[in-house]
């Protein structure tokens, strides 16, 4: 079954979708990929011309402090004295890169660097950075990993003279110079905000090749968690008319009430011609389903002159909007049309959603009127095998599973977050917190939020824009004023949207006093007194939890770093699943929460910093997206419309019978009997926004969870005692793809025992081979401590699972996985491309 945007999600799960945690996601998911891959409904071909630059990539490293290994970059004294001229060998089209990677982009050469442990501890008093970042060896201390260059050949020809050419870059990590054909055109400092170069003036129009360079430079980075390096987001080369709608050029707001939808458009127009021009513009607005249901006729005209550009403001009337919602999330399309002599010359599309939000301190959030707790995961940009370059299919994959735990809302922490992760919200109705980098008012970060909300703001997913997180100076008066700053310039681009800043301590003044919403980090418990000295102010649980679990074990280990998954561990400024939600939810003036973290995240290694525990332990999802228990703690009380017993742990204890073992089980039914081998060890109450214990001596066989609404059984499930390794299963999101070069397929490993069971305990060596139309783009296990490559033929089992990602090799086709390990019997997958 396939939802389609326009699908009410709670019909979708009531119709079967809704099952244990990942049984929806599948569904979800494929809304989303939906979203990226399908234009606009009703809309047509653009005489602009889009390439987006994935293939054909060449990548080699550099070096940060030897000019011999950095391609002779900086060799020169003159090297920007005579543009075009002695910058570096590998900046001009005749350079010989036949001995550099092929690569594809999104591309993080950090992902495939080795691990660099420290060779002495961290003095207490210093941070740690190495770890911080995942022990990857990377940064000042390795000059000879932060510094990559990419070059590619650039699709252009005759038919592009004389039009305006860009290329906008969704995120290089970090410090990035582009080169055309040996010409600096331009950059970005910036390793998350998005940014454009203009490249007209550099190009060769005459059938000679067009070679495009750059240099990034990761040695120093913008955060205390791994971040990556190189070109990991999307690469658009555009050609328009010289007269057109530049990048970032059309802003749609609207408001609604009882009449129906105003929607006000702003459209900026460009000339990019060496003479002046006249354009007019034309618009028109489709509906969900592609009907088209309001247009504006072609405007009087505008002159541009040579390099000019104004804005024109329009305006249509919607009668009966279809609104957008998380429930229902509907997307209109605006299409924009420049006419020169009555000629269509460029034509831009415009997805937006027309909806209403508000915060309120003594009611919380909502959309539309309607009152929404926000119900939210924090996230960075990683995922095992991939890094921070995640494919598009795989940002819907992710997005799914949340949306199966029940979430609503992703805080995007700490920075800007990908364009195709906004699309896809857009499509599936999650709900974003949008966060700028940079807390300070210095003109990088000013331009940094500039390109953040222009980039952004037509997406309807975006409900807040965050200025900061746990800044330094967030208590104080200078932190007021910095904050206050980048507020009013988040209300002059963007004056549909309130702020928020993510604070651990000073709520009481500072920067709280300078935005809308005020977020705190952790110390949930604080908030229902701080809500009495401050009536009226809205407020959010901007980092919330911080429960650390590693996925599958129920024992806490020190010496080999692993912590039991009880929801009972968390570092001392944090705090239990349960403590923070039984707050909140009792509450209705705070607006909702967002927990630390959906995923396991590379880097900030909690509660053990010491090598080899390269990844935090906070998800309620391992780095693989594999859930933990308290993903089904959250999944009972976020997403109570599916009943639900969760029961944990597993049943493999040798050695252990007769001795008490503890025995959770979350859910969301009236009551729940536990089970042991046939005999009922006792039905108990659920309570409310908790879950249930018990002391079981240990015997192997089967135990069971029963859960009872009005006294009828309403959901199940069950531990059993697994035999020895015997096989592996596998099994993925979906079978079929699309053969675009760029669809992937999550593949789940399980390690089984002879009657099928999940052996829960395995750690058994995997082999992973390949045939076909597909390429293996990344391996991984969700254990935190493994330093194994995450590139390769080869990984580890890691309680009882593993994870492979399956990508289009870019032709129709079939391929088939093959996983072994020796003395099990393999398993194989067949995935089909088409096209």
């Known amino acids: ?37 399908t234009p606009p409904p009703g809309a047509a071909a653009s ?16 070096h940060a402090a030897d000019m011999d290994r950095d391609f002779d970059f900086g060799r020169y004294q003159r090297t920007y004295a005579k543009p075009g001229f002695d910058v570096s060998p590998a900046t001009q089209p005749d350079f010989d890169d036949s ?19 420290p060779k002495a501890p961290v003095p207490k008093d210093k941070e740690d950075m190495a770890a911080g970042h995942g022990f990857r060896a990377i940064g000042r201390d390795f000059p000879q990993n932060s510094v990559g260059w990419y070059r590619c050949k650039l699709p252009v020809g005759a038919g592009d003279k004389g039009r305006a050419i860009w290329l906008e870059f969704d995120g290089v990590f970090r410090d990035c110079k582009v080169f055309v054909n040996g010409y600096e055109a331009g950059g970005s400092a910036s390793g998350y905000a998005p940014f454009r170069v203009d490249i007209a003036d550099f190009l ?66 460009a000339n990019a011609a060496e003479v002046a021009g006249t354009a007019q513009l034309r618009h028109r607005v489709l509906a969900p389903d592609g009907r088209e249901v309001a247009a504006i006729a072609a405007q009087p005209a505008a002159t541009l002159a040579p390099g000019a550009q104004t804005t024109l403001d329009h305006a249509l009337a919607l009668p009966a909007p279809q609104l957008w919602s998380p429930e229902t999330p509907r997307l209109y399309t605006l299409e924009t049309s420049v006419l020169v002599d009555g000629q269509e010359v460029d034509r831009t599309q415009t997805r937006f959603g027309i909806r ?25 940009q990683d995922h095992a095998g991939v ?17 199966s735990m029940g979430a609503n809302a992703w805080r995007s922490a700490h920075n800007p977050p990908a364009q195709a992760l906004l699309d896809i919200c857009d499509a599936t109705g999650m709900m974003m917190v949008a966060e700028t980098r940079l807390n300070t008012t210095n003109p990088e970060a000013m331009d940094e939020l500039d390109r953040m909300i222009l980039s952004s703001r037509n997406h309807p997913a975006i409900i807040l824009w965050s200025v900061g997180n746990e800044e330094g100076h967030q208590g104080t008066e200078r932190g007021r004023r910095i904050s206050a700053q980048l507020v009013a310039r988040c209300k002059q681009l963007d004056p549909t949207r309130l702020t928020t800043q993510a604070m651990d301590k000073g709520w009481d003044g500072g920067a709280a006093d300078a935005v809308d919403v005020v977020g705190f980090n952790y110390r949930t418990d604080k908030i229902p007194a701080w809500r009495q000295r401050h009536p009226g102010k809205p407020v959010i649980g901007t980092e919330t939890a911080s429960t650390v679990a590693t996925r599958g074990a129920y024992a806490n280990d020190a010496a080999a770093h692993v912590v039991r998954a009880y929801d009972t561990e968390h570092p001392w400024w944090a705090s239990t699943a349960e403590e923070w939600w039984q707050i ?19 880097g900030e290694p909690t509660p053990y910093a010491q090598f080899p525990s390269v990844s935090s332990y906070f998800g309620a999802m391992d780095l693989c997206g594999f859930p933990k228990d308290n993903y089904y703690y959250y999944r009972a009380w976020w997403r109570r419309d599916a009943p639900l017993v969760h029961l944990l742990p597993h049943w493999n204890w040798a050695g252990r019978e007769g001795q008490p073992i503890e025995v959770w089980v979350h859910g969301n039914c009236a009551e729940v009997e536990l089970v042991l081998n046939g005999r009922s060890l006792g039905r108990k109450a659920m309570p409310r926004n908790g879950h249930l214990a018990w ?20 959901a199940r499930d069950s531990r059993v005692t697994a035999g020895r390794p015997a096989a592996l299963r596998l099994s993925a999101d979906r079978t079929r793809l699309a053969a675009d070069g760029g669809d992937t397929a999550a593949v789940q490993v399980e390690v089984i025992d002879a009657a099928g069971n999940l052996v829960s305990t395995a750690d058994t060596a995997l082999g992973f081979s390949l045939s076909g139309a597909a390429r293996i783009i990344g391996l991984g296990n969700g254990n935190p401590t493994s330093t194994e490559p995450d590139k390769g033929h080869a990984r580890r089992a890691f309680n009882g699972l593993a994870q492979a990602l399956v990508q289009s090799a870019g032709a129709a086709g079939a391929a088939r996985l093959t996983v072994t390990a020796a003395g099990l019997a393999p398993a194989s997958l067949d995935l089909f491309f088409h096209a």
């Open 1 to 37: 079954m396939t939802i389609s945007p326009s699908t009410d999600r709670r019909t979708a799960l009531a119709l079967g979708l809704a099952g244990l945690a990942t049984s929806a996601a599948p569904a979800l998911a494929a809304t989303a990929r939906t979203a990226l891959t």
């Open 204 to 269: 060769d129009y005459d059938g000679g090749p067009n070679q495009l360079t750059l240099r990034v430079d990761a040695s120093l980075g913008e955060g205390w968690f791994y971040e990556g390096a190189g070109i990991y987001r999307h690469v658009d080369l555009v050609s328009a008319a010289p007269i057109h709608v530049p990048q970032w050029g059309t802003c749609v707001r609207s408001t609604v009430d009882g009449s129906g939808a105003q929607i006000a458009i702003a459209t900026t127009l």
């Open 47 to 62: 005489p602009r011309r889009r390439v987006r630059l994935a293939d054909g990539w060449r990548f080699a490293l550099g």
């Open 356 to 380: 209403t939000l508000s915060f309120d301190g003594t009611h919380g959030f909502a959309v539309n009127g309607k009152p929404v707790k926000l119900l939210g995961v924090c996230n960075h």
């Open 387 to 403: 890094g921070t370059a995640i494919p598009d299919a795989l940002h819907a994959w992710r997005v799914a599973q949340t949306q």
């Open 584 to 602: 909140v939810a009792a509450e209705p003036g705070i607006a909702g929460g967002f927990i630390w973290t959906g995923f396991d995240y590379r």
């Open 99 to 117: 001995a550099w990677a092929s690569v594809r982009v999104p591309h993080d050469w950090a992902v495939e660097l080795p691990y660099a442990p």
């Open 695 to 714: 002391m079981v001596p240990y015997a192997p066989g089967r135990i069971e969870a029963r859960g009872y609404n009005q006294g009828r059984l309403a």
